[in-house]
């Protein structure tokens, strides 16, 4: 995959493009096989203390489809309009 942005002419940018990458040979890109995680049996928790401390963080997590799921796209949509949203009144 190859990124480009600015100011730039797309048929002048393809020929560089072209010109500069075009002899690769394609090839199907190689899917990494990850490790499933076994279903959880009980909650995790992990709690730490500092004295002095000035800011509080709590982080919530959960399992979800795989990173090559067809639902990984809209669920992040989801969770994006979920966390962003203006609260109502």
Known sequence: MVVVEGDIKASETLNVLETVIG???????IMPTLPTEPAPTSVRRRVMEQEGLQRAYLLMGFRTVNLFSPDMYPLDLASYILSTAPPRD
Do not use: N, T
């Open 23 to 29: 002899g690769y040979p394609r090839r199907a890109a």
